[in-house]
């Protein structure tokens, strides 16, 4: 073998490794992006389920915000 093949042997095996590195750490970033969305999205699910249990006062208060928001548009609109 000549050095010129010796060269493109080993030019054509790092490209390979390389190409292979990148595309473990994207599966890797996707898989980890996706377990992540999983475990906040059921965290979050908790939270509204908390948060619905102590609805009654939030509502009281979600009625106080919309009365103030529809009053304030209002005299802006007039």
């Known amino acids: 073998m000549t050095e010129q093949d010796i060269l493109m042997q080993e030019g ?3 490209l390979y490794n390389g190409m292979v590195v990148v ?3 994207l599966l890797l ?3 980890s992006v996706n377990v992540l969305r999983i475990i906040f999205a059921t965290s979050i699910q908790e939270n509204n389920l908390k948060s619905n ?3 009654s ?3 009281v208060e979600e009625d106080t915000h919309h009365k103030i928001i529809k009053e ?3 005299g802006i609109r007039s």
């Open 12 to 14: 054509i095996s790092l």
């Open 23 to 25: 595309f473990s750490f």
């Open 29 to 31: 970033l996707i898989i």
């Open 53 to 55: 249990n102590a609805g």
């Open 57 to 59: 006062s939030n509502a």
């Open 72 to 74: 304030v548009l209002g």
